[in-house]
C-alpha cells in the first residue's frame, strides 16, 4: 500500500504564474518530508525539506507548506520559469524509525513560456 | 567526479545472461542505497548499506544481489532476471545523523530485460 501518494501525475503552468504541487500521506508517524526534482536522464535531486515540527519552510522561489492534521503537503513554485519543467517527487520518513525514505509516484510539471 | 556515479547508464541483458551495476559515491557518506524505479510507480528501496553493512533488504528477490566492499562502492549483481525487472534502478547515499535526511541520487542505469 502507497503511503505517500501524489494524485496528480502532471501539471501545466504559464510562466510567471505559480505551480502548486500536491502530496498526500497515511503514515502518521512521518515526521520529515522532501521534495525531489528529476530532469530526464538525470537523478533526483534535493530541493526543500520540512520537518513537522514546523507548517512551512520557504527558500527562494520554493515554499513547501504542511498541514499535519490532514496529512497533505504543498510545494509552491513561484514564479515559475521554464527551467522548472521536471518531474517532482514527495518523500517522507519516520525519524524514529530507519530513517529510509518512501517516496510518491512523482509530478511531472510543464511551464509554458 | 564528483558526486554519486553509475555504470553503465544503459544496460540491456537477456534473462540467462549475468551482468553487475555500479555505484560510487564521492561524498564522504556511509550510507548508500539502491531504489529501482519502474513506470507510474514511487521509486522502491530495494537495499540498504551502512557502513558497508546491509541493514535493509526489502523483499527483493534472490536474483538482485547487492555488494559494498567499502563506504564509496555499492554494485547491484542482476542474473536470471524477468522482463518485469526492467526499469531504471537508482544508487543513492546519504550521511545518516544530525537531522540530515537527504538522499543525492545518481543518474541510474536504464535496464531492459529481453
Known amino acids: 500500500d502507497q503511503q505517500v501518494k501524489q494524485n496528480s501525475p502532471s501539471l501545466s503552468v504559464q510562466e510567471g504564474r505559480i505551480s502548486i504541487l500536491n502530496c498526500d500521506y497515511t503514515?502518521?508517524?512521518?515526521?520529515?518530508f522532501l521534495w525531489y526534482k528529476k530532469y530526464p536522464a538525470e537523478g533526483p535531486t534535493f530541493l526543500i525539506s520540512?520537518?513537522?515540527?514546523?507548517d512551512k519552510n520557504e527558500d527562494g522561489r520554493f515554499t513547501v507548506f504542511l498541514n499535519k492534521s490532514a496529512k497533505h503537503l504543498s510545494l509552491h513554485i513561484v514564479p515559475s520559469q521554464p527551467g522548472d519543467s521536471a518531474v517532482y517527487f514527495c518523500?517522507?520518513?519516520?525519524?524514529?524509525?530507519?530513517?529510509?525514505?518512501?517516496f510518491g509516484t512523482g509530478t511531472r510539471l510543464t511551464v509554458i513560456p | 567526479e564528483t558526486g554519486v556515479t553509475q555504470t553503465p547508464r544503459h544496460l540491456v541483458m537477456g534473462m540467462t545472461n549475468k551482468k553487475s551495476l555500479k555505484c560510487e559515491q564521492h561524498?564522504?557518506?556511509?550510507?548508500m542505497y539502491w531504489y529501482k524505479q519502474s513506470a507510474k510507480k514511487p521509486l522502491e528501496l530495494m537495499f540498504v548499506?551502512?557502513?558497508?553493512?546491509?541493514?535493509e533488504n526489502n523483499s527483493v528477490p534472490s536474483r538482485f544481489s547487492p555488494e559494498c566492499p567499502n563506504s564509496s562502492h555499492l554494485f547491484l549483481h542482476l542474473h536470471t532476471l524477468q522482463p518485469e525487472d526492467s526499469a531504471l534502478y537508482l544508487c543513492?547515499?546519504?550521511?545518516?545523523?544530525?537531522?540530515?535526511?537527504?538522499?543525492?541520487f545518481g543518474p541510474g542505469t536504464r535496464l531492459t530485460v529481453t
Open positions: 543513492a547515499s546519504s550521511q545518516p545523523g544530525q537531522g540530515d535526511y537527504e538522499q543525492y
Open positions: 503514515n502518521s508517524m512521518f515526521d520529515y
Open positions: 520540512i520537518s513537522s515540527i514546523k
Open positions: 518523500a517522507a520518513l519516520d525519524q524514529t524509525g530507519a530513517n529510509n525514505l518512501f
Open positions: 561524498l564522504g557518506h556511509n550510507a
Open positions: 548499506y551502512n557502513f558497508k553493512e546491509q541493514t
